[in-house]
Structure formats: C-alpha cells, structure tokens
C-alpha cells in the first residue's frame, strides 16, 4: 500500500487544502492529513478542533484519513510506513522554506519522498492565516472554507471578541 503523510497545521482547513489532498488521494492508496499540534504558530483552534474540522471537510474522501501528530514528522511517517511526504505549494514565496524542509527530512529519512502539488489556481491564493484576518474583521469566508468551518471561525471570533471587551472593561479607567 502506498501511503502519503499530507502535513500541516490546518488552522482552519481551508479549499485549498482540501484541493491538495483530493488530489494526493489520486496518487496514493491512503493519504493521511496530520494536523500537527507543536508549531512555531499560535494556533486559533485547538488540535481537536483543528482535526475535527479537517475531519468533517475531508469525509467523502476514503482514502483519506485524519491523524493529529506531536514530535517530528519523518518519524510520525515512519511510524505510519509512509513512502512520501506531501506538501502544498501555493506561490514562489512557498517554495524557499518547502525546499529547505524537504531538504532536511530527506537528510533524515532519505526513504521518503518530498512530493510538492500546488492547489488550482483558483485557489493558489487562499491561506489559512488570510481566512482567520478576513474572518476577524468580519469578511466573508465561505468561498474560502467549508460551511462548518465557517460557523466554526464565527463561534471562536465572537468569543475572542466577547473576551477582549470583557478585558477592555476591566481596565477601564471609569
């Protein structure tokens, strides 16, 4: 069985992801989506929920599966007989810092394989980080995120924002 790790924070899942994984779908018996839960980001979900929402999105799929992961990634496929590593490649600005990575796992597992796939064009744009800005001033993200994803966004902002004015009245001078 050939099976791919398709790697990421997925902070939200987006379509474009979702596009990139459909696609590894075509390539592997088993594509396995792992939500990574150590990141040098600040996550605005959890790894449950990060997982959840990557669960539901990608559900009519198979072949692929979700698994959340802590530690270093070339063990995690390891551990999973993972013969390549999937990665998404949305603009030149990517490219730089996927090398470099794809580099280093290649030092440390030589056995598995970098595959880069970049989502269609229409999509090459979309990032999560422009989904939680866009959803955070109140923008619409639904041609960006599934349906569920969006509820969640608007779940989580309104509580940040119900926290944040709840702090602000605190530290009022009144």
Known sequence: MKRAIYPGTF??????????ARRAAHLYDEVIVAVAAASTKTPIFDLEQRSELAR???????NIHVLSFDGLLVEFARKLGAISI????????????????AAVNRRLAPEIETVFLSPTE???????SI????????????SFVPLHVVDALK???THEQATKAGANMLNSPH
């Not at 902070?11 to 990139?20: A, E, L, N, S």
């Not at 539901?56 to 198979?62: G, N, W, Y």
């Not at 999937?86 to 990575?101: C, P, Y």
């Open 11 to 20: 902070d939200p899942i987006t379509f474009g992801h979702i596009d990139v």
């Open 56 to 62: 539901v999105a990608l559900q009519e799929f198979p």
């Open 86 to 101: 999937v990665r998404g490649l949305r603009a030149v600005s990517d490219f730089e810092s996927e090398i470099q990575m």
């Open 122 to 128: 229409e999509l090459g744009f979309v990032s999560s």
């Open 131 to 142: 989904v939680r800005e866009l959803a955070r001033l109140g923008g619409n993200v639904a």
């Open 155 to 157: 779940e989580i902002i």
